[in-house]
């Protein structure tokens, strides 16, 4: 029983350096003791010394120090700042497929990180300002099933479902379940998508993780194709429009130059940029051509313009052509 006593003392001694200290702040020594006999655990200071010796010689990161005239502690390990929590904080809640539960639970644990002064700062500081989360709670189950396929190299299979208007589940294929061959995991434009490999089409087809059901891990390892195409996700990522599949092709854009913010947040600042004629710039971009690639360009209207293949120009103006025609 004493064992027990002291192995629990220990513990709390150092959930509560991680929670209540750091290098701007370390706990004196007559505040651990104060702390250990609120929780009825019997600690004086010889005692407490000798703990704190044997703690920091096992490897706990604990560092010695001095506040006023007696000893101080606080935990020495890779933390967040504040800065990075109140990122991922952020991101957390600006992510549609992390429905609005999860949100909550995830934002907890990250303020468990910043210890009780940093966490009151950024808890006075959180604006939940996302009311569209999703309503899929299985998501981190999803996620992780993938993952761990994709690791395996193994197919996955589960159910597909879209929601109807009264926000109910209407499975695709009947609720047959899709098997098909993982290569990542990608978050575009808000939502976590999985890229896989379809050996029936033989091209890359994305899914909604949100969308997905009862993800399980097969037995059946992933083909060639799909390996080879883990190796292009990075490339195959840059080119999509939405996770929309198109065919991919080489396009020329031109664009007034007070629109450069927009190309660089769409394309990156790795970017070529050259002149063209009239003051207006240039760029040559491989993606793939789809419904959402011209609503983007469509966007800045008379400030941008599809030069070429001609084919994707003229496919550009068929489709505005189409979005306004209407019956008399």
């Not at 005692?47 to 010796?53: G, I, Q, R, V």
């Not at 706990?60 to 929590?85: H, W």
């Not at 996302?130 to 690791?151: M, T, V």
């Not at 799909?226 to 292009?232: E, G, H, T, V, Y």
Request: with cysteine; hydrophobic share 35%.
């Amino acid at each position: 029983m004493a064992e027990n006593n002291q192995k629990i003392k220990l513990l709390r001694i150092v959930e509560y350096l991680r929670s209540e200290s750091d290098s701007g702040k370390p706990v004196s020594t007559s505040r651990l003791i104060g702390y250990l006999n609120s929780i009825h655990i019997s600690c004086d200071r010889r005692t407490l010394y000798k703990d704190m010796d044997m703690l920091i010689k096992s490897g706990a990161n604990i560092v010695k120090t001095e506040l006023g005239r007696e000893n101080a502690y606080y935990i020495d390990e890779v933390s967040f700042s504040l800065g990075e929590l109140k990122t991922l904080i952020d991101a957390v809640q600006a992510a549609n497929f992390v429905t609005a539960n999860k949100t909550s639970e995830l934002v907890e644990k990250l303020l468990a990180y910043a210890g009780v002064r940093r966490s009151e700062i950024l808890r006075d500081n959180i604006i939940f300002y996302n009311n569209h989360k999703h309503s899929n709670d299985s998501i981190y189950e999803n996620i992780e099933q993938i993952e761990l396929a994709i690791k395996q190299k193994k197919q996955v299979s589960f159910y597909y479902f879209d929601l109807d208007e009264k926000k109910n589940r209407v499975y695709r294929k009947e609720k047959k379940r899709y098997i098909t061959d993982p290569v990542a995991l990608v978050f575009s434009e808000d939502n976590y998508y999985l890229v896989a490999y379809s050996q029936k089409y033989q091209n890359s087809v994305n899914y909604r993780v949100d969308r997905m059901d009862t993800v399980e891990i097969e037995d059946e390892p992933i083909c060639e194709e799909a390996i080879i195409k883990k190796r292009k996700t990075e490339t195959y990522t840059e080119q999509v429009f939405k996770m929309y599949n198109g065919e991919t092709k080489t396009v020329t854009l031109e664009f007034a130059p007070e629109i450069l913010g927009s190309v660089y947040d769409k394309f990156g600042e790795q970017l070529e940029i050259r002149h063209s004629d009239g003051g207006w710039l240039k760029i040559k971009v491989d993606l793939q051509i789809s419904p959402p690639f011209f609503g983007w360009v469509f966007q800045f209207k008379d400030k941008m313009r599809i030069v070429d293949p001609a084919s994707v120009s003229e496919e550009y103006r068929n489709s505005i052509k189409s979005a306004i025609s209407y019956d008399e």
